[in-house]
């Protein structure tokens, strides 16, 4: 078994390389505008995952995320072997990529933040005219008693 210092260690190496190999030494067009995000391996030094993300042309434009997916399959035997020789490691991880859903969760959070910040407005607006429910003096005053008046 590896230590997690090493294992994270090649994690990082594993994700420059892939990456720098997706830049330049892998000529697939559906794989011009991913970005590799982060690589998680086991402690055991023969599994990696790569998350990566996939931008689209333009902004307004969807990228194409199945397309991505079938190229990284495509291209996992040379990138394993690019790992595996850029590594220098016994064993060459066998590599595994998965898309990454960090972008789509904190657009996600961002909008429930919209719509939260949009209710406090809506409640703060409602609380500015209302007026306390019940008489201004919500304290009981005591009854005098009509006997002890008459002595």
């Known amino acids: 078994m590896a230590d ?14 892939v ?6 030494e892998v000529k697939d067009p559906r794989l011009a ?5 982060d690589t998680k391996v086991t402690a055991d030094l023969h599994d990696a995952t790569v998350y990566y993300t ?3 042309d333009k902004l307004d434009v969807e990228p194409d995320r199945p397309g991505a997916a079938q190229a990284l399959e495509s291209a996992k035997g ?9 590594t220098g490691v016994r064993f060459t991880p066998t590599l ?6 960090v972008p789509e969760d904190a657009k996600h959070i961002d909008d429930l933040l ?6 406090d407005a809506e409640v703060a607006a409602i609380a500015s005219g209302a007026s306390h429910a019940g008489e201004p003096d919500p304290y009981r005053v005591p009854r005098e008693d009509e006997d002890d008046d008459d002595e």
């Open 19 to 24: 990456a720098s190999a997706l830049e330049h």
């Open 114 to 119: 919209a719509r939260a910040r949009a209710a």
């Open 54 to 56: 996939v931008l689209g």
């Open 96 to 101: 595994t990529f998965v898309a990454d859903t």
């Open 78 to 86: 040379v990138l394993r072997t690019m790992v595996g020789a850029g």
């Open 33 to 37: 505008r991913v970005t590799i995000t």
């Open 4 to 17: 997690a210092p090493r294992a994270r260690k090649l994690a990082k190496r594993i994700s420059q390389i």
